[in-house]
């Protein structure tokens, strides 16, 4: 809860920032950009990639832009980037301004619904992203027109159902969503979700027949990576019914239709050399097509079931090494997966000891067979033994030196922030003094610009200390890593996980421990959050590399930040 009223209030803050930006120049107005955003519109249904390249050069944040003009901007830069299958991520301040414009039941806050919960459904927020479609349909529900618009909302809310289980729910929605399907390619993929609604809630046969028909639709489109899904689709149905012959067949034609390029190859013959496989096919054939899926696997979660395959293949041969050795690799690229994936505690620990037994089984049965590769392994177990003793004994001896260091640090500063205050409390005396103490005025000014010269070194050489104090823990070390970090791609930059924050913030917190004092008394309403931000900042680290402590991939949380404590201190929040 506490989660949800941050981001609300985030959101807030943020558009409220920018609604002041564009009233302060919006008396500037631009006559130029309305045929721009004309020509977008035109172009973004046929040549989205144009109308994409041509919304991202507009400079919307050199002002002059009226709200009207930033939320019809907005709506068509969402629809621009959707069609161009990129994250919606850098929309999401625009589309609350396109939410705060179009206030009515119109269709154009349909659309900002629209994309607003795509991008709600991308950051995770399953149900933020099912609200927003609901509500975008009930403003189409009841207006003429708008087939295409009403085509993607129902398609995406039976989406939302679908992967909720509500397959009732879904079906209505997608059988709902045919009567606004203008495209065969349009209507084969809405057929295919209704079958797969009406397979999953046990009317299998239904979904085979709806099954045929979105591949009778994408034949009459002429896209043949249409076809081919449709048939790969079909030929799942038919193995889960035990027709496995009618299943290898469309498999075979649906590898034929594929692309070249095309990213399903792998999962498609690995399908191919399974359904062989079960149907009694030579061992060739079926190490032909089970490689071809292995070596062609797009992404680590189908090279993880071409893995699981492979050793399958290989246990079932009797070549119990090779099957251990697939099975090992499967087993390090789910942890590898799981590790990225926001799964839950317990999830992951059903994981690791389902597929830990199962590795423990399977190499006990291979070992009895390959004595000498167990000998081999047991001997590089000691080996490791004896480097992690030595390792753990080497942390143990850097531990020591480490508190010992922090301690006598530690008591520097409490020794300097004594002098800090002996100091502030002479300065006060003497500027209490000042008043009665006229023909010493000079003497006693140049006293305190002294004393407080020496109040800003030693802060200085607190601050220092400090940062060097902080410099000598693990988790500074992490940090220095991903600030060295150089991807433009914001998806395969690392950040801090949640542990390594905890960390963060319990050593920050004690090295800082008078500056948060202070920090406290100066932001009344600070939370444990701003005030890390604000030790951070005081220990010298950049915003890029804070963003990563707080487990983002970019600055924009951390500038929002920034500003909300700004607004904190100067009292206009």
């Known amino acids: ?61 050199s002002g002059g832009w009226s709200c009207g003009q930033v939320a019809r901007y907005g ?25 705060e414009y179009y206030a009515d039941n119109t269709p154009h806050r349909a659309m900002a619904l629209l994309y607003k919960g795509r991008l709600e459904k991308e950051m995770g927020q399953q149900e933020e992203a099912t609200r927003m479609f609901q509500e975008a349909w009930t403003i189409l529900k009841d207006k003429s027109g708008e087939a295409e618009m009403k085509r993607l909302v129902l398609s995406s809310l039976g989406s939302q159902y679908l992967n909720g289980f509500l397959y009732v729910e879904a079906g209505r929605m997608y059988e709902e969503c045919l009567d606004y399907c203008q495209t065969s ?38 896209d043949s990576a249409l076809i081919a899904r449709m048939e790969h689709n079909l030929s799942l149905k038919y193995y889960d019914l035990g027709k496995i012959d009618s299943a290898i067949w469309l498999t075979r034609d649906a590898i034929r239709h594929l692309p070249d390029e095309s990213s399903s190859i792998g999962a498609y013959c690995g399908n191919l050399g399974r359904l062989l496989l079960e149907n009694g096919a030579p061992d060739d054939t079926v190490s ?36 251990i050795e697939f099975l090992e690799e499967h087993v390090e690229l789910l ?14 620990l059903m994981y690791e000891y389902n597929t830990r ?58 020794l300097l922030q004594a002098r800090v205050q002996e100091n502030q409390a002479a300065l006060v005396a003497m500027k209490g003094e000042q008043d009665s103490l ?18 800003r070194q030693l802060e200085q050489d607190i601050r220092r200390l400090r940062r060097w104090q902080f410099e000598q823990s693990t988790v500074y070390r992490k940090t220095r890593m991903l600030s060295q970090q150089t991807s433009e791609d914001k998806k395969n930059l690392k950040v801090l996980n949640n542990a390594d924050r905890a960390r963060l913030k319990q050593i920050v917190f004690e090295v800082c421990a008078d500056y948060v004092i202070l920090c406290q008394k100066e932001y009344p309403k600070a939370t444990e959050d701003d005030l890390l931000y604000l030790c951070l900042v005081d220990l010298g680290l950049d915003n890029r590399t804070i963003a990563f402590c707080f487990g983002f991939s ?18 206009q929040v």
């Not at 709806?210 to 591949?215: C, D």
């Not at 942890?335 to 999830?347: P, Y």
């Not at 970019?554 to 009292?571: A, F, S, V």
Request: aromatic share 8%; hydrophobic share 35%.
């Open 438 to 455: 006229l023909k010493e005025r000079e003497e006693k000014n140049c006293e305190i610009a002294r004393r407080e010269q020496m109040i």
């Open 185 to 222: 390619q349009s209507k084969a993929n809405v057929l295919n979700s209704l079958s797969v609604a009406r397979f999953a809630s046990g009317n299998k046969q239904e979904g085979v027949a709806l099954q045929q028909q979105a591949m009778a639709y994408a034949e009459q489109s002429g």
């Open 288 to 323: 032909y097509y089970l490689s071809l899926g292995l070596e062609y696997a797009s992404g680590a979660l189908g090279r993880s079931s071409a893995l699981l395959d492979m050793y399958d293949f290989e246990k079932y041969r009797g070549n119990y090494k090779a099957a």
């Open 75 to 99: 709506l068509l830069l969402a629809r621009a980037t959707d069609k161009c299958m990129k994250p919606l991520l850098p929309c999401d301040s625009l589309l609350d301004v396109a939410l």
């Open 554 to 571: 970019d600055t924009h949380p951390i500038n929002q930040r920034k500003l909300r404590l700004k607004e904190r201190r100067t009292g």
């Open 1 to 61: 809860m506490r989660n949800l009223e941050y981001t609300t209030m985030t959101r807030i803050y943020s558009f409220l920032t920018l609604l002041c930006l564009y009233l302060f120049v919006s008396c500037a107005y631009n006559k130029h950009v309305e045929p721009l955003l004309e020509e977008a519109e035109s172009l973004v249904q046929s040549s989205p990639d144009s109308a994409y390249r041509l919304l991202a050069a507009l400079p919307v944040d």
């Open 357 to 414: 037994m199962r590795v423990q089984e399977e190499r006990a049965d291979g070992l009895r067979r390959l004595w000498t590769v167990g000998g081999l392994a047991m001997f590089v177990c000691f080996v490791f033994v004896l480097l992690y003793q030595k390792q753990s004994y080497k942390r143990k001896q850097e531990q020591t030196i480490y508190c010992k260091t922090m301690q006598q640090t530690h008591e520097q500063i409490t």
């Open 335 to 348: 942890d590898s997966m799981f590790v990225t994936e926001n799964s839950t505690e317990i999830e992951q």
